[in-house]
């Protein structure tokens, strides 16, 4: 199985890719936001993918992190939902509303996307908005993890002769991310349900998007907090 690949972007097309990995071509199947996001050609490329096979098909999905490969998955483990209507949806809304829309229960926002209709936005909301707390707890992009100051350095050195690369080890997720995975914890720790944690962290994230861990808590808490 091929998790993630790593080198030269040899061509865009409108729904794919090609890397060079030493030689060898992989054609990556992206969606349109991460189409958008990605380097130029014969620049250096790294994406998470997911592959599939069939006995008629074997294909390759890139992601830019691993929540958004995370959310593709159980995205198409919902009935009537394929790796196309997937990649549209994340598309759209990107991993973060992805996260946001199920945390909330919001399917008005999945059937923005295209060839989602109201059923299959209903049915994606109900099958995965326990599995939301798990995936937003999840975080960094391989472009953050690169750029890290906390990040591993470890030499590996190749089978045949040749000068030694540099790999790296991402550590924990950092922003956004380390933030609303914080405050899940933080909630959890409290007593809150993780579902009812979930959906108070994504609406406080999404009202305050620049928020460090501690606002996002103290937010939560808030939308967390009895009416009167």
């Not at 959310?71 to 996260?99: E, P």
């Amino acid at each position: 199985m091929i998790g993630k690949l790593t080198g030269r972007l040899e061509y865009k097309a409108l729904d794919h890719i090609l890397i060079d990995v030493r030689g060898v071509g992989y054609i990556v199947y992206c969606s349109d936001r991460t189409l958008a996001g990605l380097p130029g050609v014969g620049e250096a490329v790294a994406l998470y993918t997911d592959m599939v096979v069939r006995e008629d098909l074997m294909q390759l999905y890139g992601f830019p992190s691993l929540v958004e490969k995370e959310w593709h998955r159980l995205l198409t483990s919902v009935q009537g939902v394929g790796a196309k209507v997937s990649l549209a949806i994340l598309g759209t809304l990107g991993q973060d509303g992805v996260s946001r829309a199920i945390a909330l229960g919001d399917w008005a926002s999945v059937k923005a996307a295209k060839g989602v209709g109201p059923k299959t936005a209903q049915r994606i909301v109900l099958d995965l908005k326990d599995k939301a707390p798990g995936v937003m707890a999840m975080g960094g992009t391989i472009s953050e993890a690169m750029d890290s100051p906390g990040l591993d350095v470890v030499e590996v050195v190749e089978p045949t002769a040749g000068p030694k690369r540099k790999a790296t080890k991402p550590k924990a997720p950092t922003g956004a991310a380390a933030a609303s995975a914080g405050a899940l914890s933080a909630l959890g720790n409290l007593g809150y349900a993780p579902s009812e944690a979930a959906a108070a962290v994504a609406e406080a994230a999404g009202e305050h998007p620049d928020a460090g861990e501690p606002e996002l808590i103290r937010a939560a808490l808030k939308l967390l907090a009895p009416k009167e």
